[in-house]
């Protein structure tokens, strides 16, 4: 079969973010509620080794996207997974990607629902389907002023929730009661070994998110320098701020109290009534807002080349003055608040959407394993360059670690949605296969190694 022509095209100019933006869009993307509310379950499942599940989680979440530093650390990306899968492994795939992401873009109404529920904790009056539709909205306009103003946005908020999450920990830690550093005291590791596994499954998907900073790479100042940078400094201040969490979480109150129980619960007894509610704000809410601003600018971006390259219409790659996407956007924008205002339940969707991501690593897989071949000078000029072998083993390593959650997530979900999922994968190959033989699909370059 004939395949697509590829364009080469130049570079694009730096762009505006540098190290500090970057580093806030890491963060402000991985750090969600699930710091809020995850702490009580895992409790029930390991007791006081709850941070230590988290510890472990923030490493295999590391291990799970860690060719992504080097592969960023050696091509400048403009389309994320998308560019990649486009310039690494085939055309069809990164069709087959480009449709399949509209899955993702539903997240933003769970988003949008799980900050009003906290705004609905201080104000009980507020209906928390509304509070959901008017922060899509206002992030919806903050996109809509160019990634500039969406990046000074997200360092701010993102500055004020680590101040949150710090203001936690360090005064909780002096009322800290149980015996947290005590491997054999009573209610360490208090589901076995299973329990532990199970609870650091349950925090894995809180920890990798920081690997959507490669989106950025067209809008990156110093692409190859400063994205891997950013998803670098985010594995330590994750385990500063997690473990930190956990460990004020699992040890002020008895376990008996907290399990199954958010966070704010001990927030409660540990901060005085305005410092509760600067936690609220700085905390839950503010970490929602950060996912929330940061996915609708991400979401953009693999979507806008599948547009350029025909795989979608390219009339919605439009762009303002700004340079905002101004359709995808609204796209994006409609996909959040629909589910709000005619009262969907998402959960079930979303659930697919785990499983789809952990089958989509193989592609991730085979585009990894050609980077060496296909940028071999590159590949040598990257500051994070390491012997092939070795870097060969990395990515194996990362894909059985893939594997190891694709197992939990299928053990997890029920036939309905492992079926509804094996067949939503079908039709995106499908689409891949098919759309890759019109002559609107010509793929431009959006991945350059210089």
């Known amino acids: 079969m004939k395949e697509s022509k590829v364009t080469r095209v130049s570079a694009p100019p730096p762009g505006p973010l540098g190290k500090p933006e970057l580093y806030a869009l890491s963060i402000g993307q991985v750090i969600g509620a699930g710091i809020i509310t995850l702490i009580g379950p895992a ?20 291990v799970l996207i860690m060719p992504v530093v080097f592969v960023t650390s050696t091509l400048r990306l403009g389309g994320g997974y998308y560019s990649m899968l486009a310039g690494l492994a085939s055309e069809k795939i990164a069709g087959m990607y480009a449709v399949a992401f509209f899955t993702q873009m539903i997240s933003m109404s769970l988003f949008g629902l799980s900050l009003g529920i906290y705004a609905k904790s201080l104000w009980p009056s507020l209906n928390e389907r509304a509070v959901g539709i008017v922060f899509i909205t206002l992030f919806f306009v903050i996109n809509l002023g160019g990634v500039d103003i969406m990046a000074q946005a997200q360092k701010y908020m993102t500055w004020v929730l680590i101040a949150a999450l710090m203001m936690f920990i360090v005064l909780g830690i002096f009322k800290i009661q149980n015996p947290i550093f005590d491997f054999n005291a009573e209610g360490y590791f208090s589901g076995g070994t299973s329990g532990f596994i199970g609870a650091v499954y349950l925090f894995v998907y809180s920890t990798y998110g920081y690997s959507l900073t490669m989106n950025y790479g067209r809008d990156a100042r ?3 320098r400063d994205i891997p940078w950013a998803m670098l400094m985010s594995v ?45 704000v700085g905390g839950p809410i503010c970490a929602l807002m950060t996912t929330m601003n940061s996915s609708m600018a991400y979401n953009c971006v693999p ?60 592609l991730y897989t085979y585009a990894y394993l050609r980077m060496p071949k296909k940028f071999p000078e590159a590949w040598k000029k990257s500051r994070l360059h390491l012997p092939d072998k070795l870097y060969y083993v990395l990515v194996i390593i990362s894909f059985v670690a893939y594997m ?19 067949v939503a994968i ?25």
């Open 43 to 62: 409790i029930a499942l390991t007791g006081l080794s709850t941070w230590l599940a988290y510890f472990v989680a923030i490493l295999l979440g590391f």
């Open 404 to 422: 190891t959650v694709l197992l939990h997530s299928i053990s997890t979900l029920s036939l309905p949605v492992v079926v509804a999922s094996i």
């Open 222 to 224: 110093n692409a190859k």
């Open 303 to 362: 979507v806008a080349q599948a547009c350029k390259d025909g795989w979608l219409p390219k009339g919605l790659a439009k762009q303002n003055k700004r340079g905002a996407y101004t359709r995808i956007l609204t796209i994006v924008y409609l996909i959040g608040i629909i589910p709000l205002v005619l009262d969907f339940s998402v959960t079930a969707i979303t659930s697919n959407i785990m499983l789809f991501n952990a089958c989509l690593s193989i």
């Open 236 to 280: 330590p201040t994750l385990i500063i701020l997690y473990c930190g969490v956990a460990i004020v979480g699992s040890g002020v109150l008895g376990l008996d109290v907290v399990v199954n129980q958010p966070l704010t619960l001990v927030a409660k007894h540990i901060l005085p009534g305005p410092l509760f509610i600067a936690f609220i």
């Open 426 to 450: 079908g039709g995106c190959m499908a689409f891949g296969f098919l759309r890759s033989k019109n002559p609107n699909v010509h793929v431009e370059t959006s991945m350059w190694d210089e």
